[in-house]
């Protein structure tokens, strides 16, 4: 089966510069990108459930922009002050530049790691002294809450939004030769969106264990695994697959 059209579970990229641009061309393929997933706040009534009082804090622990995004909005529905005194420790120094939306930069004690958490736990160790708060996703990944239990620091994590299906019913599905998946939700979704969807000869590429073992469960085959000691990303991952198809 010649692969032409496919379907990638995210938004489109921002210019032509994008590697899926080079993919396109190189194999003559139509993509189609869309959200399989929408972040959305759980909402202060919800919220208010946790008994979770942001002023008992005196650091926050941020995972991404959307855990950014959602603390501040929630803090502002709450009408909760947000202290002047708060530190921040961040994954990346990305996210931690995306905190100038809410705050001023320099006014604020800022930490950041090299985008993984266990960077980052070096300089949480150094100050555990202070008492954490983790905004995070309602599913959220257990290692991080893990490993801060394992080093004794002082937290508590508090789920402020989640991950819903997008509406994908404008979508032929039966179209695309491939599909493309990034995260357990975005298998949820296509799912759920799609629930008399028969496989059939269609390629499923998934990212990451979790997303493959959540299309197996849902009784797809995933023929494009990634990552792979030879295919680090997405991208380099369809391209070994193409070239192989190419060579049968």
Sequence with gaps: M??????????PPEN???PYADLSKQFNLELSFKKFIKVESIGAKEFRKQRVQVPDYTAIIFTSRHAIDHFFALCEELRVQVS??????CT??????YLQKYVQFRKR??????NHFA?????????RDEKFLYPCTENHKKEIPQLLRQNKIPFTAAPMYRSVPEDL?????DKFQMIVVFSPFGIQ???QNFPDFDQGDTVIATYGKATARAAEKEGFRVQIPAPTKTAPSMIMAIEEYLFEEGKK
């Design 92 to 97: 990346s120094e990305a996210i931690a530049l």
């Design 119 to 127: 960077e980052l736990l070096d300089m949480i160790k150094k100050h």
């Design 169 to 173: 019913t404008d979508i032929d599905i």
């Design 2 to 11: 010649k692969i032409k059209h496919v379907l990638i579970s995210q938004p």
């Design 189 to 191: 979704s296509l799912r």
């Design 109 to 114: 004690k800022i930490f950041y790691g090299k």
């Design 84 to 89: 002047d005194q708060l530190k921040y420790f």
């Design 16 to 18: 032509d510069k994008s």
